[in-house]
């Protein structure tokens, strides 16, 4: 398997920069089954889901 670099984001969060995002998901995920691409997507969906409830304010 090799491994491809993760791209490097501009601060500015451009067009080319979701360019780059797309190419990099493409890679990753060109020889998966179709299960490992839906396992490969609900992880990652879990993760940000976590990642943003971490994130929101704490109700007092």
Do not use: C, W
Not at 28 to 43: A, G, H, P, S, V
């Amino acid at each position: 398997m090799i491994m491809i670099a993760k791209p490097v984001i501009s601060p500015d969060f451009t067009i080319e920069d979701i360019h780059k995002i797309r190419e990099y998901h493409y890679e990753l995920t060109k020889d998966m089954t179709k299960q490992d691409r839906i396992n490969f997507y609900n992880e990652g969906g879990r993760a940000f889901l976590k990642e943003m409830e971490e994130r929101k304010p704490q109700k007092m």
